[in-house]
T-cell receptor, first 114, second 111 residues
Framework: EAGVVQSPRYKIIEKKQPVAFWCNPI?????LYWYLQNLGQGPELLIR????????DSQLPKDRFSAERLKGVDSTLKIQPAELGDSAVYLC????????????FGPGTRLTVL | DAKTTQPPSMDCAEGRAANLPCNHS???????VYWYRQIHSQGPQYIIH???NNETNEMASLIITEDRKSSTLILPHATLRDTAVYYC????????????FGKGTMLLVSP
């Protein structure tokens, strides 16, 4: 069974440029998560989708971050414009519906903003 | 969500058991204890979870104290590939649970 796929694995951009990350969850997983992980810290939730609906985006900085999951399968997270402080690893995860709440994570995208 | 306390780092010799403690003294009755680990440059990986009974799977065992205020993750025969950051998380298992990660414990398994 294929795991959660993310691309690109690495991205280097200059500040003020836009950037987008793509995630394809495990087949059949209705719930999709985007996390941000700073160096030396645990992941922090940015947004959670149930199918195509964003049900928890309280931690998403909406002035520059946006996300979509148009057909309830793959998802894109965008930053526009990027700032130096956005340098981090962006992780995508997916899970089945409750009570199976185990989350399966992708390898992440490491973003460096110069 | 209840908070957890874990030691920042631990060492273990290869082939020995690794016992990783977690304190969750403010855990609520409906909250489960989850363990994930994160190997360098990879995403977190689910290990095991439990409510109040001890649990075992192919990866590890989870021992939860009777008062549920602490737990221990046991890797019975640690290998070099078990070197990772281990996260202990408490979260309700009703509905869609949110994982709140702390800094975890960095386990270093040495030859």
């Amino acid at each position: 069974e294929a795991g959660v796929v993310q691309s690109p694995r690495y991205k280097i951009i200059e500040k003020k440029q836009p950037v987008a990350f793509w995630c394809n969850p495990i087949s059949g997983h209705n719930t999709l998560y985007w996390y941000l992980q700073n160096l030396g810290q645990g992941p922090e939730l940015l947004i959670r989708y149930e199918n195509e609906e964003a049900v928890d985006d309280s931690q998403l900085p909406k002035d520059r971050f946006s996300a979509e999951r148009l057909k309830g399968v793959d998802s894109t997270l965008k930053i526009q414009p990027a700032e130096l402080g956005d340098s981090a690893v962006y992780l995508c995860a997916s899970s089945l519906a409750p009570p199976r709440n185990e989350q399966f994570f992708g390898p992440g995208t490491r973003l460096t903003v110069l | 969500d209840a908070k957890t306390t874990q030691p920042p780092s631990m060492d273990c010799a290869e082939g020995r058991a690794a016992n990783l403690p977690c304190n969750h003294s403010t855990i609520s009755g409906n909250e489960y204890v989850y363990w994930y680990r994160q190997i360098h440059s990879q995403g977190p990986q689910y290990i095991i979870h439990g409510l109040k009974n001890n649990e075992t799977n192919e990866m590890a065992s989870l021992i939860i104290t009777e008062d549920r205020k602490s737990s221990t993750l046991i890797l019975p025969h640690a290998t070099l590939r078990d070197t990772a950051v281990y996260y202990c998380i408490v979260t309700p298992n009703s509905g869609y649970s949110t994982l709140t990660f702390g800094k975890g414990t960095m386990l270093l398994v040495s030859p």
